[in-house]
């Protein structure tokens, strides 16, 4: 049997426009993301993100170089959002996330995100993947309203850096099959320090429970694809600074050890990180080692750990070609 996402019969009863114009008027005194920043979006206050009320699309593409259940053998329908909520000093894409101004030339409209959608539906794309959405998802969320209307029915990921609000991820529910957040940080210190997000570790795990209440820990797949349900993923640092154990005994203690896990070896010390001693460098095989023995040690034995040497293949380079950044 065909997966149906639940968003059709939203939009078939109406509940989907009621939940874009709730969305919309979070722009008045933008609460959209843990920021809090307050600022009315509507008539061009710009708060931490820089941002304005339309959606961003720094590129779009398939996309093969997610999870294999992502990724699929055709690619995700990946669309980059430009901008961010938080302000990471390693991100290693910079290039769209931390380039305010130039990313502003990339400014469409929802018409034009929702035809994107419906192209990438087309192109073959097993899924839609909003990728750093938080800051624009209720324009986003008009798209896909629109999109709808003009026959999308794929599954759509919500691909966050976790640093997400409650408010507004209850207006998604049903609207996101697949929830694809970061963990960054077992530590709230860390996270202000290194990424500009106050209370990361408290606001994603807010965030991360609300993703678990509305799809649970089962990851539904069709055909080798999945098409519901829940992908946390964490990133190791160096020397410790993502606070790993405490990111895994949250999930199998507070949550449900059943979830999938992305465990991820690619750092590399990008953008600003050669500025900060302890993350200019790689990561040791015996941390990312150390971090895969913490899997076992909370019984989290669902998902996928990366090869060490995926830093040196997993470098994006959006400002050399946009149609393929990763080169995949």
């Known amino acids: ?170 207006l998604l529910e049903g609207v996101i099959d697949i929830y694809l957040p970061d963990c960054k940080y077992g530590s709230d210190e860390y996270g202000k320090t290194y990424s500009g997000g106050a209370d990361y570790f408290t606001h994603s795990k807010a965030a991360i429970k609300e993703m678990y209440r509305q799809v649970g820990n089962k990851l539904i797949i069709e055909n080798g694809v999945a098409v519901r349900g829940l992908i946390i993923r964490h990133l190791v640092l160096p020397n410790g600074l993502s606070e790993t154990e405490e990111v895994f005994r949250f999930i199998a203690g507070e949550l449900n050890s059943g979830i999938y896990i992305s465990l991820m070896s690619q750092y590399y010390p990008a953008n600003k990180a050669h500025k900060e001693i302890l993350l200019n460098r790689r990561l040791r095989e015996s941390e990312y080692l150390k971090a895969v023995s913490l899997l076992e040690k909370y019984k989290l034995n669902n998902g996928w750990t990366q090869e060490i040497e995926s830093c040196d293949y997993y470098r994006p380079e959006f400002n050399k070609d946009r149609e393929n950044p990763f080169n995949n």
């Not at 059709?8 to 008027?25: P, Q, S, T, Y």
């Open 1 to 170: 049997m065909k997966f149906i996402p639940s968003y059709i019969e939203l939009f078939k009863n109406g509940e989907l426009k009621k939940r874009v114009e709730a969305a919309l008027a979070m722009f008045r005194r933008c609460s959209i993301c843990p920021q809090n920043c307050g600022v009315n979006r509507l008539e061009k206050e710009r708060g931490f993100c820089k941002s304005g009320v339309l959606p961003v699309i720094s590129s779009y593409t398939l996309h093969h170089g997610e999870e294999p259940v992502i990724s699929g053998s055709r690619g995700a329908g990946n669309i980059f959002f430009g901008s961010c909520n938080l302000r990471c000093i390693y991100c290693q894409n910079y290039e769209i996330s931390q380039s305010w101004n130039e990313e502003e030339e990339h400014t469409v409209s929802a018409e034009r995100t929702a035809q994107i959608m419906i192209e990438l539906q087309e192109m073959g794309a097993h899924n839609i993947g909003l990728v750093s959405p938080t800051h624009l998802m209720p324009a986003i969320l008009e798209s896909i309203l629109i999109a709808v209307s003009n026959g999308l029915n794929l599954p759509i990921i919500y691909n966050s850096n976790g640093y997400d609000s409650v408010e507004m991820l209850k």
